[in-house]
C-alpha cells in the first residue's frame, strides 16, 4: 500500500524520532515533512504504532493511503521524483 506521511512536530528531537521511523520503514522524504512509502499492512500499523509512541499532544501526524488508482493519475511539477528506486528499508 503505497502512504503519505505529513507532519508538523514542534521540537527538533521529536522530529528526528519520527524521521528515524519513517526510514526504518522505508519511507523516502519527497518535501520537508512530507514522506511516500510502500508498506504492507501489518507494517503500516506497526508503524503508526511507533508513531504514538514518540509523538506529543502538540505535534500533528496524518498518514494518508493512496489507492493503486490514484497513484497511477500522480503528476509531479517541478523536480522529478523517481518513487520504484529510490524507496529502501532498513531492517
Known sequence: MKVLVSFEIKFKTNKEKIISILKHFGFRRMQE???FGDVEYDELYAMQSDIMENIREYDSIL????CKSCYLKLNVFGRNLSFKDELYKIF
Open 33 to 35: 515533512n512530507l514522506y
Open 63 to 66: 498518514t494518508i493511503p493512496i
